[in-house]
């Protein structure tokens, strides 16, 4: 058994000029205030000799009457007494009121626990839920009352030094990694641990997994982030959408109030005059000078206009705005490119391909043959229903698209499909005389066709005899339903052929893709759940950057090593330099993102820590609302400064 130490541990408040305007609040009589002891370690082994008041075997101080002369963790906790610390919402303004793109974002929405954390200030002894300790804490020496009058610090009651190692260990206890379970060590006591009751997380503590039915057997450590599928999509989006390959030679700097023009699609083909629109249609990635996005901006060479009003449908299709079409922003003719051009621009959607260079390229149909098998029905009733969506909407809009052709429907997700081109042949083929019913039929029509060459890759369009064989092999590779939607869109134009009955005959297909994208929505939504925690634990990271090792404020060098940053400077050595018993850096992860995550949580958590001094001389039980009271106080100091600077 270790022997109490000689030189008992000083808890040292550092330097700290900032005076307190609380009042001080009168100290208890030390026999009627509870042992630190018995509330940290579950027992005192000093207790003949220890002045402090202890408990009667069995009885648990925290749960005791409120009569029972129990010290209260408020009444002798960090924030308690001599605290400078400023509410936010008494110091300065409040930090969800700051808008503008200075750090003011950092001021994220205060999370405020609506569960047990909100009656924790008027309850009278909240349990702390600082976890296991080990045999060492049994060992550790006692606490020796406090000798002289440090307003603040001295609150705390004296334990031992404890190694960065042990804090790690024993008092945050768990990481994700190994699970919320608790196994006692070997050897210790069973009155040394908290109840289980007492020892799970806090409620307040945000970072869940994901939804059960959406993970199952994956990496508790891949909860914590995007999944690396997910993640590499939206990277190469990004790419798609800002790298610049070098390709742009030859190119104007500007066409209209678009920059950067770098082209799309297969360079060999670009030129070349396009089958749907009989002229040539290279299509380009360009940046707005007037708002900065990325556009996708397809030309036109050698247009010429010939009537003022081809323009006007192009203010129509302007207006729609839908899932699975591609957004037409504007379109105008230029000189830019040295000759007569009209330029029609789009939505970009980096990374997208064409139905046509997915599924209906000479490699795709040559190794579906060869495996003998067709497209899945699943993925052609997806397109059907999201082409059919959008073809109501243009149709109802009193427009056709007129260019639903496989190349012309662009792939710009998981199953997502869009059309693209739209508003084109409307200006390059303006005609008044021809009703838009027609141009309607011709939708279904195409629709149709397009269909079929899915499920039937043999499939010519406009041979009648091919159309047969396809819908034969459709009833046999495929459902009736299909077969019976592909014969109606193919079958003569009439009245009563419209868009309505695509939709009444693709029916209940209808309720399978909702089904799978709410699946989907539910699983992006999870995915953001964990992304919102990482941001909270990102600000609040920029926060204690702006606030640690700060060489000087207004004047003072010592500024973010004394006071309050005092305290966050051994937060951050509590969070981020944490050694094992051998001295080696415990670089665990999930202790930061756990720890991290309860402070941001934690304007009224309870919750304790310990605090050890680089030199192990002192120590600070704090709990993680006195830590944010800390962080928030110092932030806004250094944040109104700036502001002043600013005036
Ligand atoms: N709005 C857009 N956003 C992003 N990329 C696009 C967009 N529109 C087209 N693209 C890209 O440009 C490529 C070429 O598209 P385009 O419509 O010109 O196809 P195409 O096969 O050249 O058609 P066609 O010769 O029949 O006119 C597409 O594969 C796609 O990668």
Not at 117 to 124: A, E, G, I, Q
Not at 379 to 388: G, K
Not at 424 to 435: A, M, R, W, Y
């Amino acid at each position: 058994m270790a022997a109490p130490r000689a030189n008992a541990i000083q808890i040292v408040r550092p330097p700290d000029n900032v005076k307190t305007d609380l009042p001080e609040k009168p100290k208890k009589d030390a026999t009627q205030r509870l042992c630190r002891n018995v509330l940290i370690y579950g027992t005192c082994r000093f207790e003949q000799s220890c002045p402090y008041y202890h408990p009667p075997p069995g009885t648990d101080p925290l749960t005791a009457p409120s009569t029972a002369p129990v010290a209260s963790p408020t009444k002798t906790s960090l924030s308690a007494h001599a605290t400078p610390f400023a509410s936010p919402e008494t110091k300065g303004p409040s930090l969800s009121t700051i808008s503008g793109l200075g750090a003011e974002h950092l001021a994220a929405p205060v999370f405020v626990p609506k569960t047990a954390m909100s009656d924790t200030s008027s309850s009278p002894a909240p349990l702390p839920s600082t976890t296991p300790v080990s045999t060492e804490w049994a060992n550790a020496a006692p606490f020796s009352p406090p000798s002289d009058g440090m307003p603040s610090m001295q609150q705390h009651q004296q334990h031992p030094p404890l190694p960065q190692h042990q804090q790690h260990q024993h008092q945050h206890g768990i990481g994700y990694d190994e699970g919320l379970g608790f196994e006692p060590q070997s050897g210790m006591e069973g009155s040394m641990f908290m109840p289980p009751a007492q020892r799970r997380l806090p409620e307040y503590h945000m970072y869940t997994g994901p939804l059960p039915h959406l993970a199952p057997g994956r990496q508790p450590m891949h909860s914590f982030f995007i999944p690396d599928d997910t993640r590499r999509m939206i990277h190469s989006r990004q790419e798609a959408t800002f790298a610049n390959p070098g390709i742009s030679q030859g190119l104007p700097a500007e066409v209209h109030v678009y920059h950067s023009l770098v082209p799309l699609g297969n360079p060999a083909t670009m030129n070349n005059v396009s089958r749907m629109f009989h002229h040539p249609g290279p299509v380009y990635r360009a940046t707005s000078t007037v708002d900065g996005n990325v556009y996708c901006l397809r030309r036109l060479e050698g247009y010429k206009l010939s009537n003022e009003n081809a323009f006007a449908a192009v203010e129509t299709w302007r207006q729609i705005r839908h899932a699975n079409i591609v957004g037409l922003r504007e379109a105008f003719t230029t000189k830019a490119f040295n000759d007569n051009s009209m330029v029609m621009v789009y939505d970009f959607h980096p990374e997208s391909t064409t139905i046509a260079e997915e599924w209906l390229n000479p490699d795709a149909i040559a190794h579906r043959r060869q495996a003998g098998v067709p497209i899945p029905e699943r993925i052609v009733w997806s397109y059907v229903i999201q082409i059919a969506n959008a073809l109501k909407a243009v149709h109802t809009a009193g427009l056709a698209v007129r260019c639903l052709d496989a190349n012309k429907i662009l792939i710009t997700g998981k199953n997502r499909v869009r059309i693209n081109g739209v508003g084109i042949l409307d200006v390059l083929s303006f005609d008044k005389k021809t009703p838009m019913g027609l141009y309607q039929q011709e939708d279904l029509l195409n629709f149709g066709q397009l269909v079929m060459s899915l499920c039937a890759d043999f499939f010519q369009p406009g041979h009648a005899q091919s159309v047969a064989q396809g819908l034969e092999y459709i009833g046999r590779a495929y459902s009736l339903d299909l077969k019976n939607l592909v014969g109606y869109l193919l079958g003569k134009p009439t009245a009563l052929k419209t868009i309505d009955e695509v939709l009444r005959l693709a029916g209940p297909r209808i309720l399978n893709e909702l089904d799978a994208l709410q699946a989907y929505n539910d699983t992006l939504e999870s995915e953001l759940g964990a992304e919102v925690e990482n941001g909270r634990v990102a600000r609040m990271l920029i926060k204690l950057g702006f606030i640690n090792e700060r060489p000087e404020f207004e004047m003072d060098p010592q500024w973010s090593e004394s006071g309050d940053r005092y305290v966050l400077k051994l937060f951050r050595d509590y969070v981020f330099h944490q050694v094992s018993p051998d001295g080696k850096p415990v670089v665990d992860l999930s202790h930061v993102l756990t720890v991290l995550n309860k402070l941001d949580a934690g304007a009224r958590s309870r919750e304790k820590i310990m605090l050890v001094s680089r030199d192990s001389q002192s120590c600070l039980v704090v709990e993680y609302r006195d830590i944010y009271k800390c962080i928030e106080s110092a932030y806004n100091e250094l944040r109104n400064a700036g502001k002043a600077m600013r005036r």
